[in-house]
């Protein structure tokens, strides 16, 4: 682990002991798999961290516009759930461009903050906290480059509560016992006070979820093909990114946007780093991401399984993305019989409770 200091800001790299962390020893153990696979945190280098940022400006992308829109709204009601002498930490902090209105809405309430934004991208990272840094003069930032779960006992220790965010669904790209894993990993290292804001998109039309990932500008199709473009830059792969198509459908019985690479030919691509070729035939798939679409009981069950509770949430008109608050299950919020949740309108009609916690 390094650390640099700089004023406010501190920037820390947590290594990952797993085998598979590195792109070599994922590619290796992915490409050599009867059902090819690549783990999609391996998008988010810096060519594919800005292909992502225009992701999020797609007018086929809901979830990121969505999203925003309910913090904006929703802001001050969200960080005094928080509690009060609040810092922040964040997973897959991104641009933090979200973040920034969670950021203000603190501000408001308290005279500084310490805000701990983690990311596997660490050049992105950094470029996005030196923003930060310089456009708050009462922020102080520890940023962390690193997995998910690397940096979980990297947390930085707070004496008040802790306001831990995982937006922008990112919890969708895990699968049911990842997402379980990480929740519950991230709950036994939260006190009581803490609480974990998590955004997931919701359920809706297949057709809208497919065009947010098979946008007619083909910006989803570049960052997908990015992971190989990545391999031929890194590893000296020889991919010809032509022979291979973005395929994005939604797989029902899963409820989720299977990310594939889809091989247009026979092949055989040489990778120089690993001193292995890989064999791909005509219209065999590289699977690249999961992307699950939550319902209301399902992101329910989820939490619940990994021993947390919905303390509050918000949702848009369409019910299209939701927010949940959740602490970790304590003696105080452990029932043995719970109601069943059920959407609940809290007044204005713009304004709706998402999951009524019983
Ligand atoms: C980062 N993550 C929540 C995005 C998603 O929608 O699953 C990644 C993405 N993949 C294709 N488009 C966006």
Same mark, same amino acid.
Request: net charge positive; charged share 30%; proline share 4%.
């Given at each position: 682990?390094?650390?640099?200091?700089?004023?406010?800001?501190?920037?820390?790299?947590?290594?990952?002991?797993?085998?598979?962390?590195?792109?070599?020893?994922?590619?290796?153990?992915?490409?050599?798999?009867? !059902?090819?696979?690549?783990?999609?945190?391996?998008?988010?280098?810096?060519?594919?961290?800005?292909?992502?940022?225009?992701?999020?400006?797609?007018?086929?992308?809901?979830?990121?516009?969505?999203?925003?829109?309910?913090?904006?709204?929703?802001?001050?009601?969200?960080?005094?759930?928080?509690?009060?002498?609040?810092?922040?930490?964040?997973?897959?902090?991104?641009?933090?461009?979200?973040?920034?209105?969670?950021?203000?809405?603190?501000?408001?309430?308290?005279?500084?903050?310490? @805000?701990?934004?983690?990311?596997?991208?660490?050049?992105?990272?950094?470029?996005?906290?030196?923003?930060?840094?310089?456009? @708050?003069?009462?922020?102080?930032?520890?940023?962390?480059?690193?997995?998910?779960?690397?940096?979980?006992?990297?947390?930085?220790?707070?004496?008040?509560?802790?306001?831990?965010?995982?937006?922008?669904?990112?919890?969708?790209?895990?699968?049911?016992?990842?997402?379980?894993?990480?929740?519950?990993?991230?709950?036994?290292?939260?006190?009581?006070?803490?609480?974990?804001?998590?955004?997931?998109?919701?359920?809706?039309?297949?057709?809208?979820?497919?065009?947010? @990932?098979?946008?007619?500008?083909?910006?989803?199709?570049?960052?997908?093909?990015?992971?190989?473009?990545?391999?031929?830059?890194?590893?000296?792969?020889?991919?010809?990114?032509?022979?291979?198509?973005?395929?994005?459908?939604?797989?029902?019985?899963?409820?989720?946007?299977?990310?594939?690479?889809?091989?247009?030919?026979?092949?055989?691509?040489?990778?120089?780093?690993?001193?292995?070729?890989?064999?791909?035939?005509?219209?065999?798939?590289?699977?690249?991401?999961?992307?699950?679409?939550?319902?209301? !009981?399902?992101?329910?069950?989820?939490?619940?399984?990994?021993?947390?509770?919905?303390?509050?949430?918000?949702?848009?008109?369409?019910?299209?993305?939701?927010?949940?608050?959740?602490?970790?299950?304590?003696?105080?919020?452990?029932?043995?019989?719970?109601?069943?949740?059920?959407?609940?309108?809290?007044?204005?009609?713009?304004?709706?409770?998402?999951?009524?916690?019983?």
């Amino acid at each position: 682990m390094t650390s640099r200091p700089a004023g406010r800001l501190r920037v820390i790299r947590v290594p990952s002991a797993s085998p598979t962390s590195t792109l070599a020893g994922a590619v290796a153990d992915g490409l050599g798999r009867r !059902d090819k696979r690549l783990p999609c945190r391996f998008f988010y280098d810096e060519a594919g961290s800005r292909l992502f940022e225009a992701i999020c400006k797609l007018p086929e992308y809901y979830p990121t516009r969505t999203e925003e829109a309910i913090l904006r709204q929703h802001a001050s009601d969200i960080v005094a759930a928080a509690g009060s002498g609040v810092a922040l930490s964040e997973f897959g902090s991104g641009s933090s461009r979200k973040t920034r209105i969670i950021i203000e809405a603190l501000l408001e309430r308290q005279e500084r903050l310490v @805000y701990a934004p983690i990311d596997i991208s660490l050049e992105f990272l950094e470029k996005s906290a030196r923003g930060l840094v310089n456009r @708050y003069r009462r922020l102080w930032l520890t940023a962390i480059g690193g997995e998910y779960n690397d940096a979980i006992p990297h947390l930085p220790k707070h004496a008040g509560p802790r306001l831990i965010l995982f937006l922008g669904g990112n919890i969708g790209n895990l699968d049911r016992d990842e997402a379980v894993g990480f929740l519950g990993r991230v709950g036994r290292d939260m006190a009581p006070s803490d609480r974990l804001l998590v955004g997931f998109d919701l359920l809706k039309p297949v057709d809208v979820i497919v065009s947010a @990932y098979n946008d007619a500008a083909g910006v989803t199709a570049a960052f997908n093909k990015n992971l190989l473009a990545r391999i031929n830059r890194e590893l000296g792969g020889k991919f010809d990114l032509d022979s291979f198509e973005h395929h994005a459908p939604f797989v029902e019985e899963f409820s989720r946007v299977e990310m594939r690479l889809v091989s247009r030919r026979d092949q055989i691509v040489r990778i120089a780093a690993l001193g292995r070729t890989f064999a791909f035939s005509k219209g065999e798939p590289i699977h690249t991401e999961n992307c699950h679409k939550y319902s209301v !009981d399902g992101f329910k069950a989820v939490a619940s399984a990994a021993e947390l509770d919905v303390r509050e949430s918000w949702t848009d008109e369409r019910r299209s993305f939701g927010l949940a608050m959740l602490a970790r299950r304590g003696r105080d919020t452990c029932r043995l019989k719970r109601p069943r949740p059920t959407f609940k309108a809290t007044g204005r009609t713009n304004r709706r409770t998402l999951i009524a916690d019983g």
